[in-house]
């Protein structure tokens, strides 16, 4: 009996010391889950910090689109301030002394800078005589940059309104070169002169005996509104608006960059 009693005590603290080990082993089990479960949720947070910067670029983002967007409105806005900021309807003046070459002016408006002033090789007794017979159509033609001018640095491309010599056909008859000219006291002092006629043509007298001696005498003008068509950045069409012509235009100019 007492062995038999030592072996029963014995098996309960083998018993006792199993149960306890499985014990301390579902503990551990039970544990590592959860610091598993802590690096996760730590690994979670560090990739969540990691995508944190990532977001903050897009305000800056959204910042330097705001920006360019405004530069682009104000050029657009400097570029409408300018003369050559033309509409589809402009105010065009020939004018010329009865024996000098004739000068076309093209204005936004009547009062503004004339966007466009060039001299005609034609002298304006022979642009009259032309228009009396018939229609009228002038050629202004001017030379494209080269290829390797253009690459060049440093090197702009002028717009159409700016170069400042042509070649002139009048009804297709070549008849020199016109010049571009820059808006003096005299021209200015002509352009407000016509000022208040919309449309019409008309002899100015000189201002005094000298200018007529040296420039030929009096003055004649035609002023009127044309309708400008811009084909592409090197053509250009500007027709004369004349009510009484049935919707035919007595006199158009062209402008060609080839």
Known sequence: MATSSQDSSSSKRHFHWTNKVATEDTEAS???PNEDDKNGRSGIKTHVSLSTPRKKKLPAAAVSIARLRSAVSSFRKSRSSLP????SRVIGTL???????VHFALQKEAGSPPAFLVELPTPISGLVREMASGLVRIALECDKPKAEDRNK???TVVRLLEESTWRTYCNGKKCGFATRRDCGDKEWKILK???????GAGVLPAGNEVEAGLDGGELMYMRAKFER???SRDSEAFYMMNPDSNGTPELSIYLLRV
């Open 95 to 101: 004018f010329g002394y009865r024996r000098g070459h």
């Open 229 to 231: 068509i811009v084909g």
């Open 193 to 199: 002169a016509v000022e208040p006629i919309s449309t």
């Open 84 to 87: 050559f900021g033309l509409g």
């Open 153 to 155: 640095k440093g090197t």
């Open 30 to 32: 039970s544990t590592t």
